[in-house]
């Protein structure tokens, strides 16, 4: 019950801080932090129900629930992400050529 | 350097990528100044060079004397800049868009290292071979040269040469003797039909798969490469044959 609070209380203020720090139009993504955060909470709050519903569907502990998917999506972000930092690349690449090819010009004035 | 068969007159585009270097020196333009002046005399070619500045945090002080010098000599001179340090494959391939516009229009293109280490006279060679066997693009093998009495290779980069050749003719099939040559020159068709997309050092090894994806009519020439420091220090470290790795498998894996 104690490890449940402590996550609450510091879901909470991280929540908060995130909420300030973040633009108004950008928040909407903050509900998925929260969805997560709610997701520990409940599990710190009932381990035994989480670790029934392990065992149903035969993944052993109730914290790997969480843990399984959570790798699942870091392992797809970190390729995502990887990608779409070359195509960034890229089209900093091309905006590049395309300001020093409209500059290209006669060598006296270089 | 004898006209053995009409050569079709136009223009040759050098194209020179440079990023943080004193490119050349002022005998070295004298040198390059003749040779173009051959190649007009002998092939009929008007000359231009397009000059890429990668970037550099502190451009050649004798540039504007060199692109003056030049142009004296009736050199077409295009000089433009990156922005930001985007790598030589990148600045290739900027000196390659401008060399095809309207504004240069050229019909032949020399890639041309800016540290010195190429040999003027060997564009005329390269050309010879392009037009007299009727290919579209004709790479510089520095160790036809060295067979034939030329610049010697130093033997901290003759192990790294070789196995980056072999593991190029394993990767692009095409049967050449010198992995990442900087010196190239090649025709209209192939220039319209190269898109480098590596903006570092793998450029090499991508230009070489282009020329096989496209059927392009390939061949070798001897070239000289002149080893100073600073060709040493400005080309490819062997601690770089990796990075060059890495760059390719992430070209294959991400487009």
Known sequence: MILAFLVLGLSVVMGAVDWVSTKRESRRILLLEYAGF????????????????????????????????????????????????????????????????????????? | MALTTPA??????????????????????????????????????????IFVDDGSSSPGTELPHHF?????????????????????????????????SPRVNADFFVTFDADGQHDPDDIGRLYEKLVTQRLNIVFGNRFEAVA????????SRRGLLFLATAFERALTGLDLGDAHNGLRLFDRTAAGRIELTQDRMAHATEFKTLVRRNGLKYGEAPVRIRYSEESLQGGQRNSEALRILVDLLRGWWIR
Request: overall charge positive.
């Open chain 1, 38 to 110: 709610t997701g520990v909470f409940l599990l710190a709050l009932n381990p035994d129900g989480f670790n029934r519903a392990a065992a149903a569907v035969g993944v052993g502990r109730g914290v790997d629930l969480i843990i399984y998917p959570l790798v699942v999506w870091l392992f797809r972000e970190a390729i995502l992400s990887r990608v779409r930092y070359h195509q960034q690349q890229r089209e900093i690449t091309r905006l590049v050529r395309a300001l020093a090819v409209g500059s290209a010009r006669d060598p006296k004035v270089y």
């Open chain 2, 148 to 155: 034939a009495g030329g610049t010697g290779i130093p033997a």
């Open chain 2, 68 to 100: 003056a010098r030049l142009a004296e000599l009736g050199v077409q001179v295009v000089a433009t800049r990156h922005e930001v340090n985007r790598g030589q494959g990148a600045a290739l391939q900027t000196a390659l868009e401008i060399a095809r």
């Open chain 2, 8 to 49: 079709p007159a136009g223009t040759l585009a050098l194209l020179v990528p440079a990023y943080n270097l004193q490119p050349w020196d002022r005998d070295f333009v004298e040198r390059l100044g003749k040779a173009f002046s051959s190649l007009e005399t002998d092939w009929r070619l008007k000359p231009a060079l």
